[in-house]
């Protein structure tokens, strides 16, 4: 708790040193910029306007995108055309506006030798950048998504960018049923989202590494993934799930007949957390959206279900045992090891579900119940000797007990006789 309140405090002292830091670079701009001074003394600023976003703080100021003469105090002429002044840019403008910075090299490595400078290229591939092009001044351009006068970096809480916002930044425009319709579009993606496994990680756990709108359908280049794409898409981070399902015959069944790869079974922006309830003949499973009770798939999904239920019913008992042995206070090193074994080997054995073979299944899962059975006998072993203990401190104790009042006894006929 003291480390905590430690770390907190370093935490605080730190965003305070960063904001007194970015609060006296503004003032230090203030004075040499009349765009900022005069916009700031009559207090029109933009709306959001941050002191600290990104631009200020790499020294750009307002004439970098908007053009002008921040140096003369002179409206007429600090705002005139021949001073490059262009006011508020057209939608179909700020990518090419952005874009000269950003896509300069050059200049760019002054600031991050390793940063992109491909991000307008990237965008005219994606859907918003070829609307754009076509002449709907609707779709998604660099403010969009970075906004324009509080850009912060992507690690900073604050930023629209960063991981646990983005859902929200991009439900912005795709949670607009209004603005959706005109493009055939649902507008409940993040409403599935914030419910699925990966929104609630991430938006209700704040695990900054779990999946994001951006993860799946890109960056700059924003597109929906396509069907033959779906399994590298959700590869990039389920490798062994996507490799395991590209090596099976279900692929070249779901290639044939232009099914999705994981999404057929999992969906998309509504993915649950998997389980072994998916698989077999129970109502809850999903191969009964495809197969019947008789047909071959079936028999396969009955057949890996009753593996990884019987793997399950060992594994539960061992665990089982294993907690007795932890409340007698036995020895439980070797069978806990044991068990985190078997525990991966139930891991592995659910991963293999996507080869959609029961014999592979079988070879992994039979491998776990063997390390499960040894964890069992262990902890049997355990409690026979807690037992034996336990029988041989009950006799001691009767023994000592018999022994105390047989002396007992023979103080007292001493003392008898002698009185």
Known sequence: MKQKKIFQFIIAACFIIFNTSAAQNFD?????????????????????????????QKGLS???????????????ISMSEDNGFIGVPDRADIPGMCG????????MRTFRPQIQTDQVSQYFTSMHGIKLKEGDENVAECASCHTAHSILPAKDPRSTIYPVNIPETCNKCHGDQELMSNYNIEATQYKEYSKSVHGIALLENKDAGAPACNDCHG?????????????????TCHVNNMNLFESSDMAKGFSQL???ACEQCHGYHNIQEPGDFMIGDNEESVCTDCHFEDDEGMQVAVSI????????????????KLHTVQVKGMNDLEIEYLLKEARQKLIESRTAIHSFDPAKVKEISKAGVELTQKAIKDADSEMDEYYTRREGFIFASVALLVFGIAIFLRIR???????
């Open 28 to 56: 230090d701009l203030k004075e040499d910029d009349n765009c900022v001074s005069c916009h700031s003394d009559m207090e029109i600023m933009p709306e959001g306007f941050l002191p600290d976003n990104i631009h200020m």
């Open 258 to 260: 232009d099914y999705h």
């Open 100 to 107: 000269k910075c950003h896509s300069n090299i050059e200049f």
């Open 413 to 419: 006929l001493i003392s008898k006789d002698k009185g």
């Open 305 to 320: 279900k009753n593996i990884l239920t019987d793997f399950v019913s060992v594994y539960d008992t061992a665990e089982a």
């Open 219 to 235: 960056n700059h280049g924003a597109m929906p993934p396509e069907i033959t794409s779906i399994s590298h898409v959700c590869g």
């Open 62 to 76: 307002c004439s970098g995108c908007h053009g002008g003469d921040p140096a003369t105090d002179d409206m007429e």
